[in-house]
Every structure is written in C-alpha cells, then in structure tokens.
C-alpha cells in the first residue's frame, strides 16, 4: 500500500520543491489553490486537475503562534503577494482558495485572512485531515512536525477520530542547537537545514520526547502506520528516531515533508477523505 502512494506522491512532492519560487503555464485546465498559514512559513500551492503542482510559494514567515494568526496584516500582506505571483507566472486568475487551520482553533481566523487577501474561501479543512485526505488513509496517525507545534491525528475509516496539538517543533530543534552550540539562533537553523545529517546527534533528544509527546495522544488508540508531514521531518535520521520508538508500527516519510501539509489542503475535496483512491496516474 504505501508502495502505490509513494509512486502517487512523490512526483507531486519533488515537484513542488523543485517550482519553489518558480513555477510554469499550465497545458490548460482549472487550478485549485492551497494556502497554509503556518507557525515557520506561509506556503501557497497551485495544482492542476491531477493534483499535479504547478506553482508555489514559501515566505518564511513570523506571522502565526501556536497555530494562531497574531500578525493578522502580516498574513494578509503575505498572501495576497504570493498570490499576485502566481497569478503573474502562471497567467491566470484565481478567485478562490483552500486554507486549513490547525485542530482545537477557530477556522473564522483562517478564512479572515484569505477573504482580506481578496479570495473567496473554497474549502476550509484542519490539517491533518486535509493530509489524510490526500493520502487517502483509511486508519493510522498523522504528525505533523512544523515548526512551532507537533500535531497528532488519528483516523478511523477514513476520518479523524482525534487530534492534539503541543507546543514543540522544529524551533525548539534549532534553539537547541544554538544553546548547544553556542550559536545565535538564525545561524543554528540555517546549520539544521544545510547540514542535518552532522548536526543530528545534538538535536536527537528533541525528538525523542516529540515521539513521547506522540506516544502520550496514541494511548488508547489502535494504529498501524505513523505517517510524517512538517519539514521539520526532513532531518535525516526522524524515519528512524520514530521507527526505533514504535517498533509495531510502520512509519511513513514522504519526499518533501515541508510540502505534504500544504499541497494536501491544496489538493482538498470534500469526501475526498472517504473517497476511494487509486495512487496510479
Ligand atoms: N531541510 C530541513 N531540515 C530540517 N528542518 C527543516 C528543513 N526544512 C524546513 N525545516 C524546518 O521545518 C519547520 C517548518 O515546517 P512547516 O512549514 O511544516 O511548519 P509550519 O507549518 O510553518 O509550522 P506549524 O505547523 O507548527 O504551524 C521549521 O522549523 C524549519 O526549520
Ligand atoms: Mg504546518
């Protein structure tokens, strides 16, 4: 099974690393539009028909805490900028937007900030349900490793039958690194994103109690695969810290995990969730 969604996925994912900042005209066809608002970054994906990613943004970005927008116009800056991007590159229009919100907060201040930047909300969904939809999982968990939280879903047949949200992620990893390293904090993150594989062993006990936090909400819940998203799992050595510590379970690392979240909400149908997916073009 998680053969036929990597052959599903991973195009996708790669190509949405690989449009960062660029992107092409589409052939033809409708686009859907996905924006994240997220702790570390506002992403803005574009996708064709087939889910195929045809434009994307990324803004580093200090415009959400602890899943809520606090710079309400920094967020709206910030999307109608990289949608007026888009819009340039890709030589359309769009008139709509998908956005997600993290489980446990209010969906209103999402919606706000995309109707501000001048879009009409398409489809409003939480995370991890927009992933699960994406991946089509009929049961298992999704953490999503951002940068400012860890959020845990669980899905049964297909839906989200619990979620939670901590306070730990991928700042926390640099502001590690910085303390033990002695560096200043914009240097250790840029230290976690160039060289991850050498600065592993310093940050591996941040992880090790994310996997705890995670640990912690699967109490009581029956899974059978962890499944990745947040670009903090890009540090090489997350697929392993997380399959050592839940050695029952199968864990699932996508190609690009900084764009499985976002791609996802672009990607986003309702009952897309339950509907029933074939991961083959
Ligand atoms: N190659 C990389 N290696 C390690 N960490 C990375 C890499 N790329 C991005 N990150 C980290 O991933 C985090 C951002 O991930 P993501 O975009 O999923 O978070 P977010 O959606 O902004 O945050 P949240 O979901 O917590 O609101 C940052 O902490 C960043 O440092
Ligand atoms: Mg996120």
Known sequence: MTKDIHAWLTPRLDRAAALLGGGERPVAGDLRLGIDLGTSDVVAI????????????????????????????GAVGIVRKQVESLQQRLGVRFERANTSFPPGTDPRISVNVIEAAGLEVAEVIDEPSAVAGLLDIESGAVVDIGGGT???????????????????GGHHVSLTLAGGRGIPLEEAERLKRERGAE???????VFEKMADIVRHHLRGHAVGTLYLSGGSCALPGVRELFAREFPALDVFLPSQPLFLTPLSIAAYRPGSATATKTYRE
Do not use: H, M, N
């Open 46 to 73: 574009a996708v064709d028909a087939g889910d195929r990613p045809v434009g994307v943004e990324l803004e580093w970005a200090d415009v959400v805490r602890d899943g809520i927008v606090w710079d309400y116009f």
């Open 150 to 168: 860890t959020g845990i879903a669980v899905v049964k047949d297909g839906r989200v039958v619990y979620s939670g949200d901590e306070p730990t």
């Open 199 to 205: 600065i592993w062993p310093t940050v591996q006990a």
